[in-house]
T-cell receptor, first 110, second 115 residues
Framework: TQLLEQSPQFLSIQEGENLTVYCNSS?????LQWYRQEPGEGPVLLVT?????EVKKLKRLTFQFGDARKDSSLHITAAQPGDTGLYLC??????????FGTGTRLTIIP | GAVVSQHPSRVICKSGTSVKIECRSL??????MFWYRQFPKQSLMLMAT?????????EQGVEKDKFLINHASLTLSTLTVTSAHPEDSSFYIC???????????FGPGTRLTVT
């Protein structure tokens, strides 16, 4: 069974602070994606990373794929209340099926 | 692009009845669609992979006869929860995959409540 552990599970910080969410596995992924989900809605794709060591930026969000393609991180700079949500990483193994991480519930306090 | 819709968004049914949920890819063709279940405050759990024109592949522990999946066209997959019971109450989400990128695009989900 391929497991993706995310940490922290819950995170509550003040607006303007920085934060990092981690996604770790013992398996090597061919691709890794990050999604954000708001209550009562489906997940929305934020980014896909496929190359070990790859770094992608999306405004205040920075995503990194580990060199060994077993882990990833999401860093948010100057968090805003609109960043609140459930963040999910998901790993692919060269086919279309994804394995989702355990999730990180982020709350940004105004 | 890459818009996926689900219908209905919410459904309440009585125990013992069946409920059908539709998943459509609106602006692209999806040979593969996925059905997930999500419990409150938890991550997504893959139930089955739906392939156009062939039988669905179910994950371990998912009852095939209870969760019937049909993928009749490149833009439509349906999930039918048969003989629903209160423990089937959950948030069901579908996604459609784009083969080239292995990315999945999710529908808005269906909240099923069985009374």
């Amino acid at each position: 069974t391929q497991l993706l552990e995310q940490s922290p599970q819950f995170l509550s910080i003040q607006e303007g602070e920085n934060l990092t969410v981690y996604c770790n596995s013992s398996s090597v992924f061919s691709s890794l994606q990050w999604y954000r989900q708001e209550p009562g809605e489906g997940p929305v794709l934020l980014v896909t990373v496929v190359t070990g060591g790859e770094v992608k930026k999306l405004k205040r969000l920075t995503f990194q794929f580990g060199d060994a393609r077993k882990d990833s991180s999401l860093h948010i700079t100057a968090a805003q209340p609109g960043d609140t949500g459930l963040y999910l990483c998901a790993g692919g193994f060269g086919n279309e099926k994804l394995t989702f991480g355990t999730g990180t519930r982020l709350t940004i306090i105004p | 692009g890459a818009v996926v819709s689900q219908h209905p968004s919410r459904v309440i049914c009585k125990s013992g009845t069946s409920v059908k949920i539709e998943c459509r890819s609106l602006d692209f063709q999806a040979t593969t669609m996925f059905w997930y279940r999500q419990f409150p405050k938890q991550s997504l759990m893959l139930m089955a992979t739906s392939n156009e024109g062939s039988k669905a592949t179910y994950e371990q522990g998912v009852e095939k006869d209870k969760f019937l999946i049909n993928h009749a066209s490149l833009t439509l997959s349906t999930l039918t929860v048969t003989s629903a019971h209160p423990e089937d109450s959950s948030f069901y989400i579908c996604s459609a995959g784009r083969t080239v990128s292995y990315e999945q695009y999710f529908g808005p989900g269906t909240r099923l409540t069985v009374t």
